[in-house]
């Protein structure tokens, strides 16, 4: 059965820590992997990964893939209370043009 | 560009009753998708469309869930009878479709269904 499998599920942090979410998967075609980051309803993109080891950046975020070892990570370095939100790993199947989500990791960040 | 429009934004509904959800994907996507979101889960996928064709349902509860995308735009889904393990949010998301490697989904404000 395809699952992704995200952790911490809940992580608290000061303001200007730097942060590891982690997300494994096993699916069978394996295509992409998406971050999304949901605040209030509707989740919102992040990153795409298709390729192992090539980090993509934006800002204070960035992540990367291990194809080989099945996981990612999304780090976020001096964080901001702006950045408290759930952030989902999905998985998408070749050919299937259809993603699984992980359980989400709620990311707390307090002043 | 217009994003992903969905209605209502929160319904309250009695277990039994039937409720509709309303989605109008971005213009010119041909793929759209409504998940079911409860609470401290991910989304998990009910149905998904191309134009308008069903392309994958086996996630979808069929004795009490429908959906339907005429013309291949607009898209409604419905719950009859409603049980109380229905209270979730309820995503639709479209994406432009094709065969380009890896792809984004843009996802809705969602509605918040609580059956009471």
């Known amino acids: 059965e395809d699952k992704v499998v995200q952790s911490p599920l809940s992580l608290v942090v000061h303001e200007g820590d730097t942060v590891t979410l982690n997300c494994s998967y096993e699916?069978?075609?394996?295509?992409?992997l998406l971050w999304y980051k949901q605040e209030k309803k509707a989740p919102t993109f992040l990153f795409m990964l298709?390729?192992?080891?090539i980090e993509k950046k934006s800002g204070r975020l960035s992540s990367i893939l291990d194809k080989k070892e099945l996981f990612s990570i999304l780090n976020i370095t001096a964080t901001q209370t702006g950045d408290s939100a759930i952030y989902l790993c999905?998985?998408?199947?070749?050919?299937?043009?259809?993603?699984?989500f992980g359980q989400g990791t709620r990311l707390t960040i307090n002043p | 560009e217009a994003g992903v429009a969905q209605s209502p934004r929160y319904k309250i509904i009695e277990k039994r009753q039937s409720v509709a959800f309303w989605c109008n994907p971005i213009?010119?996507?041909?793929?759209l998708y409504w998940y079911q979101q409860i609470l401290g889960q991910g989304p998990k996928l009910l149905i998904q469309?191309?134009?308008?064709?069903?392309?994958?349902d086996s996630q979808l509860p069929k004795d009490r869930f429908s959906a339907e995308r005429l013309k291949g735009v607009d898209s409604t889904l419905k719950i009859q009878p409603a049980k109380l393990e229905d209270s979730a949010v309820y995503l639709c998301?479209?994406?432009?479709?094709?065969?380009?490697?890896?792809?984004?989904?843009?996802f809705g404000p969602g509605t918040r269904l609580t059956v009471t």
């Open positions: 469309f191309q134009n308008n064709g069903v392309v994958d």
């Open positions: 298709t390729s192992s080891g």
């Open positions: 213009s010119g996507h041909a793929t």
């Open positions: 699916v069978t075609n394996f295509r992409s």
């Open positions: 999905a998985v998408e199947w070749r050919g299937a043009q259809k993603l699984v």
């Open positions: 998301a479209s994406s432009p479709g094709g065969l380009a490697i890896g792809y984004e989904q843009y």
